[in-house]
């Protein structure tokens, strides 16, 4: 099962991170998670947000560069040694990360994170006891 | 007799007989020339008359005539023949100071309208057909040009005239329209007000042709209207100077436009330089009348670049083809001692669907070096991959390389972050200290 990620095309100026945020914040929608990875030349701004569909509209009214993608999102406990124990399921199975965002609530953990393996990633969890979480259940965090 | 050509003689001429005939007729512009007083100053000075001509390089004994020229000797200085053998004018619109005007004497204007006539035919039309031009008419060429070539083919022709698109939509159906000539924005335009009329073009019209031109279309686009409308389109080359519509067309190859080179001569040379470019080579168009009375235009300027096409075609005719236009001469920059033409890197960069219509050149110097950044608005095909992006910006790099012979910068921008495509956008910005 996969969630709805924002991915977002930011140029290199200043301010424009803030312009981004602003139209989503006007637009009342609220952002559960973020990261932000860059190159000389431009950022990708990857959003968990509570509405990513109009969240996605919003930004294409304002002609900014975006796109709606499926990642999976993980939770555990935010305890030693589990971050480890969760990524040897992928590890065992071959599954390369592409990349991935973590944060934590209290003693929960959840990874948000892109693999090659989406297809397979039911049988995975099932089989290595991993806890996916839905959309609906990240944006009642 | 092949019923491909409308004057077979002289479409399919031998090359030496042509060119034969270009001296002849060079030699007799030039005569005719010099009775206006612009021509006789210009030609005196430099001691050209019918008999410095005794081959086709010799043409480039002569003096370029440029745009500015025309404005000068406004509105009569360039008139050869008596004003009483003057029947009519035309002029461009002269948004930057005075306006050009050309005249043409009774033979100009019959013979005008034999060079459409001819393109008319090239491209399939004949009298039984029905053609609606939807240029405007009055001083635009395109609009009375368009006309008498329509009817001298013995066309049903329709004077449109542009504008109210319902009421050209009920033209097409009640007269039977087979063919329109028409800006390609504005064939856009017709099929849509088609669809919100419920009318499909390719059952419920007789449309078979389409003539554009005027504005610049890549060929993707005109591979759309053909779709759309069920149709073959064709594109044409003309200048209100060069009389009008008609001086290049293309033929059923649809593979460039056969330039008329009975009635012009053509030349592409190096905009800086002013000497000739190889075939194959872009460079400024510039045209000679052979076939004009009142006022006859010796190496004018067109300032628009193209190139021409070397080889025979395959439909017989003998006259050149040239290019597609690929923008204007005064849009050309150069660096480290290489022209550059916006629409060579405009080509390259609409052919990526992940990039939209508009970008911004910029030329700068840093460490004493000229170098090139290119601009380029994302189009909604936004990828979330890095490697992907980069891949695309090295794809737009190794292309542009290869195309303008020297590795431009490239920077993705934001979709509306650059001037608007439409109208007349910034499309280079040269910040060199020392151009």
Not at chain 2, 259 to 277: A, F, G, K, R, S
């Amino acid at each position: 099962m996969t969630i709805k990620q924002l991915s977002v095309f930011l140029e290199n100026k200043s301010g424009r991170l803030n312009e981004v945020l602003d139209i989503l914040g006007k637009a009342d929608i609220r952002i559960i998670a973020a990261t932000v990875a860059d190159t000389s030349e431009y950022g990708i701004l990857r959003l968990i947000t509570s509405d990513t569909a109009r969240a996605y509209q919003v930004l294409k009214e304002h002609c900014v560069s975006a796109q709606q993608n499926d990642v999976i999102a993980l939770t555990c406990d935010s305890m030693a040694g589990v971050f480890a124990a969760q990524l040897s399921a992928f590890a065992q199975e071959g599954l390369s990360i592409e990349y991935m965002y973590c944060f934590s609530i209290r003693d929960k953990a959840f990874l948000i994170l892109r693999t090659s393996g989406s297809a397979r990633i039911d049988e995975v969890a099932h089989k290595y006891g991993l806890h996916i979480i839905t959309e609906k259940e990240l944006q009642q965090l | 007799m092949d019923n491909h050509y409308f004057q077979p003689e002289i479409e399919t001429m031998r090359r030496a007989d042509l060119e034969a005939l270009q001296i002849k007729r060079l030699k007799e512009s030039i005569r005719i020339a010099r009775q206006s007083p612009f021509y006789k100053a210009r030609l005196g000075e430099s001691g050209i008359t019918p008999d410095s001509i005794r081959t086709l390089d010799d043409l480039r004994k002569i003096p370029f005539t440029t745009k500015n020229d025309l404005r000068t000797h406004y509105p009569f200085g360039l008139v050869a023949a008596p004003m009483d053998q003057v029947v009519r004018l035309h002029s461009s619109s002269g948004t930057t100071g005075n306006p050009t005007v050309i005249c043409h004497s009774q033979h100009d204007l019959d013979q005008w309208a034999n060079r459409v006539a001819r393109c008319l035919y090239m491209v399939g039309l004949r009298d039984k057909d029905v053609f609606q031009n939807t240029s405007g008419y009055g001083m635009f060429t395109g609009g009375l040009g368009f006309q008498y070539g329509a009817e001298k083919l013995g066309a049903l022709t329709v004077p449109a005239a542009a504008g109210n698109t319902i009421r050209q939509i009920k033209f097409i159906r009640d007269f039977g329209t087979t063919a329109i000539h028409a800006i390609p924005s504005y064939v856009f335009r017709l099929y849509e007000v088609m669809k919100e009329m419920g009318i499909d073009p390719r059952t419920d019209t007789r449309l078979t042709t389409l003539i554009i031109g005027a504005e610049p279309h890549t060929n993707a686009q005109r591979r759309k209207i053909e779709e759309a409308l069920g149709v073959r389109a064709y594109n044409c080359f003309g200048m209100s100077e060069m009389s009008g519509p008609g001086v290049a067309f293309e033929c059923p190859e649809q593979n460039g436009l056969h330039l008329w080179e009975d009635c012009y001569i053509l030349e592409i040379i190096d905009p800086e330089t002013l000497e000739p470019v190889p075939d194959g080579e872009i460079g400024e168009m510039v045209l000679t009348t052979l076939d004009r009375d009142a006022m006859p235009l010796l190496r004018y300027r067109t300032r628009d670049l193209t190139r021409i096409l070397p080889g025979d075609c395959p439909c017989g005719r003998t006259h050149r083809r040239i290019d597609r236009l690929k923008g204007r001469s005064d849009d050309m920059f150069i660096v480290k001692g290489v022209n550059i033409f916006p629409m060579q890197i405009e080509k390259i960069l609409m052919q990526f669907k992940e990039l939209g219509a508009n970008y911004l050149i910029t030329i700068d110097t840093f460490n004493n070096n000229d170098e090139v950044l290119v601009e380029v608005e994302l189009s909604d095909l936004f990828t979330d991959d890095y490697s992907q992006l980069q891949g695309l910006t090295r794809e737009i790099t190794r292309q542009l390389k290869d195309e303008i012979l020297l590795t431009p910068k490239i920077k993705l921008v934001d979709k509306g972050a650059l001037p608007q495509s439409s109208g007349k956008a910034v499309r280079v910005k040269d910040l060199r200290k020392n151009k």
